[in-house]
Structure formats: structure tokens, C-alpha cells
């Protein structure tokens, strides 16, 4: 058992000191301003988020939205454009495969359910917000070649995660 825990301890660890991972740039940078090693600070920022998430304030569903999505919305984004070999230009939306196509959905979904969960109340006064909601999620998800989903990683994930290979 203490054999586990410590193995279990030793990945979070090489998880954290990642060179590769999205958050080793503000471990590296908490660490060295606080003298504290970074499994210490992970284990407070997961202390704090539950201490957060505990009493169920208000913004308690958004923090949850956020924590559930936007790391595996990062790291599927990322392994779409690891997988894809050098795809033409943004227009051709055909081009785009049907696996990118289906991460590229579930990403978008996950965003409009976060930024329904923030502006609730807000997008309730908006005129036909479900329709519109509905058919652009049909239009993502229909089954053809040139599909929402797919105009959404041409135009814009292709775009944003090749900008530091121009």
C-alpha cells in the first residue's frame, strides 16, 4: 500500500515537472518564488479548490465546468494537431479528418455548456437562444464532410495552434 501511494506521489511529481505540460511554467515560477517543491503547491491549490467547491457558492458550478473541460480541451486539441500531418489551407474544410472533426465537437460542446453555466441568467432574455444553441450543435455534428465542427477547426483551432509554426 505505502509502496502505492509513493509511486502514485512519483507520477504526480514527473506530471508536474513536465517540461511539455501547459502548467510547468507557473510551477516553475511558484516554486522558485516560494521556495516550496511543487507537489506541496499542487496539493494546496487541490486543497483550496475543494475547500472552494465544498459549500456550493455561486460560482461553485463554473470552477467545476472549467476544471472538468479545460485541460482535456487542451490536451485534445493538442493531440489533433500532434496526429494531423500538414493539412492545406483553412478553406479546404473537406481536408479535415472525421476523428478531428468529432474532438473538435466535444470541445465545443463543452465550452457552450461552461458559457451557458456563466451567462445563464443573462442568455435566458435572449430571443431563440435553444434554437440557435440546437442547430449550430446540429450543423457541428452533421454527417458530412464539411460539417460545423469542421469549419471550426479550419478556421480557428488550425489556425490558433499552428500560429507558433509560421
Known amino acids: 500500500m505505502a509502496a502505492n501511494n509513493t509511486s502514485t506521489l512519483n507520477d504526480i511529481d514527473a506530471a508536474l515537472r ?3 505540460r501547459p502548467w510547468n511554467g507557473l510551477f516553475s515560477w511558484a516554486e522558485d518564488r516560494t521556495g516550496i ?3 506541496k503547491l ?8 475543494c475547500m472552494f467547491l465544498i459549500p456550493g457558492s455561486l460560482y461553485s458550478a463554473l470552477v467545476s ?3 472538468g473541460f479545460a485541460y482535456p480541451a487542451y490536451a485534445t486539441t493538442a493531440l489533433m494537431m500532434r496526429t494531423v500531418e500538414k493539412l492545406p489551407a483553412a478553406d479546404h474544410r473537406s481536408s479535415v ?6 474532438f473538435t465537437y466535444w470541445v465545443l460542446f463543452a465550452v457552450a455548456l461552461t458559457v451557458q ?11 431563440l437562444i435553444f434554437l440557435i444553441k440546437t442547430a449550430f450543435f446540429m450543423w457541428c455534428a452533421a454527417p458530412m464532410e464539411a460539417n460545423g465542427a469542421a469549419y471550426v477547426y479550419a478556421v480557428v483551432v488550425r489556425r490558433y495552434f499552428n500560429a507558433d509554426k509560421r
Open 65 to 67: 465546468d472549467l476544471l
Open 117 to 127: 453555466q456563466m451567462c445563464g441568467g443573462f442568455l435566458r432574455y435572449v430571443p
Open 37 to 39: 517543491s511543487r507537489l
Open 42 to 49: 499542487f496539493f494546496g491549490v487541490v486543497c483550496a479548490t
Open 18 to 20: 513536465a517540461i511539455s
Open 97 to 102: 479528418s472525421p476523428d478531428n472533426r468529432w
